[in-house]
């Protein structure tokens, strides 16, 4: 046994009690939200749509710099309007273009979500990520 294995375990048991407490959280700001469709611009979001009942109704670039052909533009838009989608989700990691196309087309707005693959290390950062993510989607849905 690890010399240090109860430090460990006691350190992942307490994190996982943090994680169920945000995911609590969460469901409990956005179930009784009224709006459930959303356009994402790329996949990383499926789980996360699944764990709180949002459906995506387009992701516009299947690939991270892919950019959409003017058909698949097209067919995100008129989804758009047809489900009235408000709110289009981008990453602050990718450019934005193509969202800001869309938004001119459609009168939905872009919001940022941050998939949480890049950036800070330190203690806490992950649970940060998700409470903006999860202030973001408030703003959004409502």
Do not use: C
Request: hydrophobic share 45%; no cysteine; aromatic share 8%.
């Amino acid at each position: 046994m690890p010399q240090r294995a109860d430090e460990f375990l006691a350190n992942t048991e307490a994190y996982v009690k943090e994680l169920e407490a945000a995911r609590a959280k969460m469901h409990a700001e956005l179930d009784g939200l009224p709006s459930r469709d959303i356009v994402t611009f790329h996949e990383a979001f499926p789980y996360f749509a699944q764990e709180f009942d949002l459906y995506i109704a387009a992701v516009v670039e299947r690939e991270p710099g892919s950019e959409p052909s003017a058909r698949e533009l097209a067919d995100t838009i008129d989804t758009i309007n047809r489900l009235h989608v408000k709110a289009l989700f981008a990453e602050p990691q990718y450019p934005a273009v193509a969202a800001e196309t869309i938004a001119r087309e459609t009168g939905s707005k872009v919001y940022i979500l941050d998939p949480a693959v890049t950036g800070p290390m330190e203690k806490g950062a992950y649970l940060k990520i998700m409470d903006e993510n999860l202030s973001v989607l408030k703003e959004a849905l409502s």
